[in-house]
C-alpha cells in the first residue's frame, strides 16, 4: 500500500513571506500522480496544484510551486507572498490508480499566517 | 452548479440510529468515493465505486454501506450508529485514468455527531 507522509502538524508564517510545506511518499509504482490540496476552516477540499510523476519540470500554479524529487519521493509545496487567505490544512496526496487505495492523503499540516 | 453535492452539510444523531448522507456528482464520472476525515483530519478512503466494481476498504464496519441508484449518485448509509462513527464524511468523484490530472472532485463534506 501507498503511503504518504507530512512531517510537519503545523507551520507559522509572516504574511508575505515564503514557506515550504514538506510531503515524502512511498509507492512501488512508476507512474503517479500528486497532489496539494486546501482544506480551509470552510471544510471544502480544494486542489491546489498537482505534479505527474513522469514530468521532470516541477509545477507552478501562481504563487503554488512544488519542488518534485522522484528519486527521493519528495513534494514539496511552497507558497511565495503568503496571503491570510492561505491559512488552511494542507494535505499532499499521492495516486497510482484505483483500487483500494485510490487517492492516499498525508496526515496534513495547518498553516498560520501571521499579520 | 455545484459538482459534488452532499446533503446534509450537518446531521446530529444518537446512537442506534440508521441515517444516510446523499451524494450527486454532475461530472460525468465514472468513479465515487467516500472518505471519513477524523477528529485529527486524517482523511481515509472507505468505499471506491463504479458502475462495475465496488471496493471496500477492510477496516470500514459492515455497517457503513454505498447505495448506488446510478452513476451520478453514490449514498452512504449507517446502521446502528456508535459515539465512533462522529467524524466529517466526504463524498468525491474523479476522472477516468486518462485525465486523472484533474484529480479528485470533493463534496463540501457532512460533519456527522453521534450523541
Known amino acids: 500500500a501507498q503511503t504518504v507522509t507530512q512531517s510537519q502538524p503545523e507551520m507559522s508564517v509572516q504574511e508575505a513571506e515564503t514557506v515550504t510545506l514538506s510531503c515524502t511518499y512511498d509507492t512501488s509504482e512508476s507512474d503517479y500522480y500528486l497532489f496539494w490540496y486546501k482544506q480551509p476552516p470552510s471544510r471544502q477540499m480544494i486542489l491546489v496544484i498537482r505534479q505527474e510523476a513522469y514530468k521532470q519540470q516541477n509545477a507552478t500554479e501562481n504563487r503554488f510551486s512544488v519542488n518534485f524529487q522522484k528519486a527521493a519521493k519528495s513534494f514539496s509545496l511552497k507558497i511565495s507572498d503568503s496571503q491570510l487567505g492561505d491559512a488552511a490544512m494542507y494535505f499532499c496526496?499521492?495516486?497510482?490508480?484505483?483500487?483500494?487505495?485510490?487517492?492516499?492523503f498525508g496526515k496534513g499540516t495547518h498553516l498560520i499566517i501571521q499579520p | 452548479d455545484t459538482a459534488v453535492s452532499q446533503t446534509p452539510k450537518y446531521l446530529v444523531t444518537q446512537m442506534g440510529n440508521d441515517k444516510s448522507i446523499k451524494c450527486e456528482q454532475n461530472?460525468?464520472?465514472?468513479?465515487m468515493y467516500w472518505y471519513k476525515q477524523d477528529s485529527k483530519k486524517f482523511l481515509k478512503i472507505m468505499f471506491s465505486y463504479n458502475n462495475k466494481e465496488l471496493i471496500i476498504n477492510e477496516t470500514v464496519p459492515n455497517r457503513f454501506s454505498p447505495k448506488s441508484p446510478d452513476k451520478a449518485h453514490l449514498n452512504l448509509h449507517i446502521n446502528s450508529l456508535e459515539l465512533g462513527d462522529s467524524a466529517v464524511y466526504f463524498c468525491a468523484s474523479s476522472p477516468p485514468e486518462s485525465y486523472m490530472r484533474r484529480g479528485y472532485t470533493f463534496g463540501s463534506g457532512t460533519r456527522l455527531t453521534v450523541v
Open positions: 461530472l460525468g464520472h465514472d468513479t
Open positions: 496526496a499521492h495516486y497510482s490508480g484505483g483500487g483500494a487505495d485510490g487517492l492516499t
